[in-house]
C-alpha cells in the first residue's frame, strides 16, 4: 500500500493549498446542471440558463454527458450549499482515482512505475486542473481505472470486465471525448483477437451513450448536439491548433526540454518550428523565439514518441501497448480538427499514453531530474491560476455588489 499512500498525498498535497479557488471556467455550468438534478432528475439540461450572456429555455446542447454533475448533485446533498474547499476537496477523489488508474497501468508498462506515476501527478497540464471543478479528471479517472481492471481481468481476476464496462460507461457519460482512447482500445483487441465479451465491455459505453442522446433526442425534440456540432465547425482553424498542440505539449507535459532525444531530432525540430512561424503573425520577436522555445520541444517529445512506439513494435514484446501508440496521435488530431482552440486539458487526455510510451525504460535518476522541475513549473502555474481566478470573486465584491445595491440586476457567467 506504500506507493498508493505517497501517491495520494502528493495529489492531496496539490489540491488543498489551492482548494479555496473561486469558481471560473465552465464550473458554473456543471454546478448549475447539479442543483437542477435534485428537481429534474432524469435531464438535469432541461433548466433556463444563461450562456455567453443569452438566455436559453435549456442547456441540451451542453458539452459533456451528466455522469459528473450527478457526482456533483451528491455533494450537493452532503453539504447543503455550495462552499468553495470543501466540494474541492471531496471532488479529488477523482484526482487520486486517476493517479492510482495511472499508476496500476505503468506497474504493467514501466521499468519504474512509482516514478513515472509521480511525473504524471506533478505534470502541469494535471496538477493545476486537479484542483477544479471541471469533467476532465473525472472522465479520465473512469477511464483509467477501466483500463487496469481490463488488464486486471486479462491477468485472472475474476469480476474485473464488467467493472471495466462499468467504467468504460462512466467514462463516456463524463465526456465525449473518451470515446477517442476507447476507440483505440476497441481497435487494439479487434486486432489482437480478442474473445467478444471483451470487445462488447469495450462497446457498452458508446451503446449507452447513445441510448441516452436517444431518451435526450425524444424529451427536447431535437438532436442534443446539434447545435455543438455547428459551434465547433463554425470556429478553429486546423493551422493554429497545430500550432497550440506543440507548444502546449512542450509546456503542460513536463518542464520544457526535460523530454530530450538524438541531437539531429533536437536540431530538427527548432529549425522546423522556426520555418512553420514564418507562416503566421507574431505581436513581437521575443513572442517568436518564447514559441520556438516551447514548441520544438513539444516536437522532440512526439519524436521520442514515435521512435518508442517504433522500438515496441519492432520488438514484437506485445503487453497491449498497441491501444497507447494510436491513442496519442488519434487524440491530438481529433483536437486539432474538431477543437475551437488547444488548450491544457485537451492535452491532459492523451498525457498518460504518451508517458507510458516515453518513459517505458527510462532510469528513475532521469525521472527524479524530470520530475523536480516539473512540479516547480506546476507550482507555479497552479499559484498564478490561483491569484488570477480569485481576483475575480474580489472584482464582483467591489463592482458588482454595490450595484446590486443600487437595483440593477445582473447577469454572469465565467470568462475562460
Known sequence: MKPYV????????????????????????????????????????????????????????????????????????????????????????????????????????????????????VSPAFFVYSATLMMDIPMLAFLLVGFAFYFAHVQGGRGCLPLASLCFILAAGTGYTSLVPLGCFFLGLLAARRPLKELLSVAAAPLTLALW?????????????????????????????????????????????????????????????AALTFFASWPSLGYRVWFILLASSGLVILMRFASASRTLIASGNNSGEAFLILWVPATLLFFIVVGDMINARYILLALPALYLVIFRETSRRRLVYALIPTAALSLVLAYADFTFVNSYPNWVKQTVVPLQRQGFRLWSGAES
Open 6 to 121: 505517497v501517491l495520494a498525498v502528493v495529489v492531496l498535497a496539490g489540491i488543498a493549498p489551492f482548494s479555496s479557488r473561486g469558481v471560473y471556467l465552465d464550473e458554473h455550468i456543471f454546478l448549475h446542471l447539479a442543483q437542477s438534478v435534485h428537481t429534474n432528475f432524469l435531464f438535469p439540461q432541461d433548466t433556463p440558463v444563461v450562456f455567453f450572456g443569452v438566455e436559453r429555455s435549456n442547456f441540451a446542447a451542453h458539452t459533456h454527458p451528466p455522469v459528473g454533475e450527478y457526482c456533483l448533485a451528491l455533494i450537493y446533498s452532503i453539504f447543503g450549499q455550495f462552499r468553495e474547499v470543501p466540494f474541492r476537496l471531496l471532488f479529488s477523489i477523482f484526482s487520486v482515482a486517476a493517479v492510482f488508474g495511472f499508476y496500476i497501468l505503468a506497474r504493467r508498462f514501466t521499468a519504474e512505475p512509482l516514478w513515472v506515476a509521480l511525473l504524471f501527478a
Open 213 to 273: 442522446l436517444s431518451a435526450m433526442t425524444m424529451h427536447f425534440g431535437e438532436f442534443p448536439l446539434t447545435a455543438t456540432i455547428e459551434y465547433l465547425t463554425s470556429r478553429g482553424s486546423v493551422f493554429r491548433n497545430t500550432f497550440a498542440v506543440l507548444s502546449f505539449i512542450g509546456t503542460v507535459g513536463t518542464f520544457p526540454w526535460m523530454v530530450t532525444g538524438k541531437r539531429l531530432h533536437v536540431t530538427g525540430s527548432i529549425i522546423a518550428v
